[in-house]
């Protein structure tokens, strides 16, 4: 077979890197490259994005390591019987070109994961090789977050977290039914066990740069995690509910979410057509309730139909209080932040905003328009000092008032 040079390398393995989501600059520690120490910084744009053709934003450089693996994933492109070209780069290419990107301005971090080469123990090492090398040779500062190996060893995960940013350890579907028909090599106990192993690791940090300021930072944009949606038969409600579980087992700080994508010769138990990109994006939605609106898992799931599947025409919020609309209206000169937050088309700028002004005086309907979007969608959930929705969120056609409209796309827009 002939030798591919590191440009066709990079072709293989950073298209074959699209397909993972779970990536994002936020969170971590500021440190930087002024006075002349070091190379790279966390500070100002972050990692810059690029595209996938399907519209979701990714970070460069995001590469594999290498694209071989000896698992048989059926949702992986680069499952062990994928009818695809193999290409792998050596631990001082990725350093090389991290490097070489970072001083060109393309890139302020690297994102790296791989397929599994020889065994789970031997990939992982090769990934921590990268990250050592470039934190304590080159001492580089940019963002790092590395993708562990499935069934590595608990001490090569934990000496990831000394030199990454973030490190993610993917569930990869959200039941353990999905994931032995799915990923007969993977195991869902062991994934769990990797995810305690470095919640108590990231804990462990923390304490001791506490204790002592020289401690080195451990993963201070902590671990995450990523499920694929709509390849198996879960519904939203289940995604939810694991997504919750997740949370509050592990202390994850994201969990992503990644619609499947359809792959070249996909295998027979896939479903033949990708899931609307929408549902992805009402999942971060509910995601969002969750962790910033106060919404817990079970209501979340309320607002789904019977069939557990989140409305795709209107946000889970939405959705929520027009299943529930005994909650409304409320009045923004008297509720506090916990029902405000409930009401659909505040958010939680809007509703600090609120909570601010009403100290001075009584809040009208102009007053609360002017910190929306769209008053047509919050007046029938509020009072004001000048307005109450006189049964209007009785009415049989609430929705159709205050659903988004359908709207004909322009052919010819950029």
């Not at 594999?64 to 780069?89: E, G, M, P, Q, W």
């Not at 994102?111 to 080469?117: A, E, P, T």
């Not at 992982?124 to 940019?142: I, K, N, P, S, T």
């Not at 409320?330 to 009401?343: C, K, W």
Request: some cysteine; proline content about 5%; charged content about 25%.
């Amino acid at each position: 077979m002939a030798q591919l040079d590191t440009r066709q390398k990079l072709a293989i393995l950073a298209d074959a890197a699209k397909y993972d989501a779970s990536c994002a600059s936020s969170g971590t520690s500021k440190r930087d490259s002024r006075g002349g120490k070091g190379i790279g910084s966390t500070e100002g744009m972050g990692i810059c994005h690029a595209y996938a053709p399907d519209g979701r934003c990714i970070s460069l450089l995001k590469i594999l390591l290498t694209n071989s693996c000896i698992f048989d994933c059926h949702y992986c492109i680069n499952r062990k019987s994928s009818n695809v070209r193999r290409a792998r780069f050596t631990v001082e290419e990725v350093v090389h070109l991290t490097l070489a990107f970072y001083k060109r301005n393309y890139i302020e971090g690297l994102f790296l994961s791989s397929g599994i080469i020889r065994s789970s123990n031997y990939t992982m090492e090769q990934l921590v090789e990268v990250a050592r090398q470039l934190r304590e040779v080159h001492d580089f500062r940019g963002y790092i977050h590395l993708k562990t190996i499935p069934d590595a060893d608990s001490e090569l995960v934990r000496q990831a977290g000394l030199h990454a940013d973030r490190v993610s350890i993917n569930v990869e579907l959200p039941t353990e039914r999905g994931l032995t028909t799915l990923a007969p090599d993977k195991n869902g106990a062991r994934i769990e066990g990797a995810m305690r192993d470095m919640k108590g690791a990231i804990e462990d940090g923390r304490d001791a740069r506490q204790k002592y300021k020289s401690a080195p930072r451990f993963a201070p944009a902590g671990q995450s995690t990523q499920m694929i949606v709509g390849a198996d038969a879960a519904s939203d409600g289940d995604i939810v509910t694991r997504a919750s579980q997740l949370y509050d087992r592990f202390g994850l700080r994201r969990v992503y979410y990644s619609a499947f994508s359809p792959i070249p010769s996909p295998s027979a138990v896939l479903p033949l057509k990708r899931p609307p990109l929408m549902r992805e994006h009402r999942l971060y939605q509910s995601d969002w309730l969750m962790r910033f609106y106060g919404f817990k898992p079970k209501e979340v799931v309320s607002a789904a139909g019977e069939d557990g599947m989140l409305p795709l025409d209107i946000d889970p919020k939405l959705a929520w209080a027009l299943k529930f609309r005994d909650a409304f209206p409320v009045d923004v000169n008297r509720a506090p932040r916990e029902q405000l937050l409930r009401i659909p088309g505040l958010g939680t700028k809007a509703v600090k905003r609120i909570l601010r002004s009403r100290r001075w005086r009584s809040l009208t309907l102009d007053d609360v328009a002017r910190l929306t979007v769209s008053v047509s969608k919050v007046r029938p959930f509020i009072i004001t000092a000048d307005w109450r929705p006189t049964f209007l969120t009785d009415r049989s056609d609430l929705k159709a008032l205050v659903a988004p409209k359908e709207q004909q796309l322009d052919l010819f827009a950029a």
